[in-house]
């Protein structure tokens, strides 16, 4: 049995998502201290502070998601120059009500693909700015950055196999944080 259940949290909903493939790409090349959940936020409604203490049956199961985990991985589209807002909204609904926030101290990575030459930078540096908000722990180094170009993808859906060790590095950073932030909470 995994050491580690890591909650995967996509900031698409399209089917074709290539940051969903990029998740699935990336799981394959974790080691097996890891093991990965998603954590649905397609049916959360939209966010109004009114239904705090009435959060919604979508709400209260992703919480309880989140709070199930050692760790979280935030795969990231960017949409104007920032994160879209389905995966804000899903931010703002676990953090409240006030003092009841599900993602404090949920040590985290972030990674995002995008079309487009900056791979989503700008996307996650705002996502790093709210999570440091909710005292979520981001590994900062190594950063990915992906742009996507036809060659990315293999048929299979694994990351091109000349890019793959990169990718299978980050991971490796990334599981050694979750366990440094086991350690410290033990
Ligand atoms: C509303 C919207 C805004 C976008 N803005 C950006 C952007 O600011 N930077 C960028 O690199 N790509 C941008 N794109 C293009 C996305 O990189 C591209 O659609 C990508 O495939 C989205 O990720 P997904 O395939 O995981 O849904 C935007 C796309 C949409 C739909």
Redesign the pocket.
């Known amino acids: 049995m995994s050491a580690y259940q890591i909650g995967v949290i996509v900031g698409?909903l399209?089917l074709?998502?290539?940051?969903?493939k990029l998740a699935d790409a990336l799981i394959k090349l974790a080691p097996s201290e890891l093991s990965f959940k998603d954590i649905a936020i397609d049916k959360l409604p939209l966010y109004n502070q009114d239904d705090d203490n009435n959060q919604a049956a979508s709400v209260k199961a992703m919480k309880a998601a989140i709070r199930a985990c050692d760790g979280l991985l935030f795969v990231t589209?960017?949409?104007?120059?920032s994160l879209p807002g389905v995966l804000k909204n899903a931010l703002d609904h676990g953090s409240r009500p006030y003092g009841q926030s599900a993602w404090a101290g949920k040590p985290a990575g972030i990674v995002g693909?995008?079309?487009?030459a900056?791979g989503?930078a700008?996307a996650q540096q705002h996502l790093r700015n709210i999570l440091s908000c909710l005292n979520v722990p981001v590994m900062c180094q190594p950063e990915v950055y992906v742009h996507v170009d036809q060659d990315f993808f293999e048929e299979s859906g694994d990351i091109d196999a000349n890019r793959r060790d990169f990718f299978k590095t980050w991971m490796q950073a990334f599981t050694q944080w979750i366990e440094q932030h086991a350690v410290e909470k033990a």
């Open positions: 698409s399209r074709e998502s290539i940051n969903r589209p960017e949409y104007n120059r693909a995008s079309l487009g900056m989503s700008l």
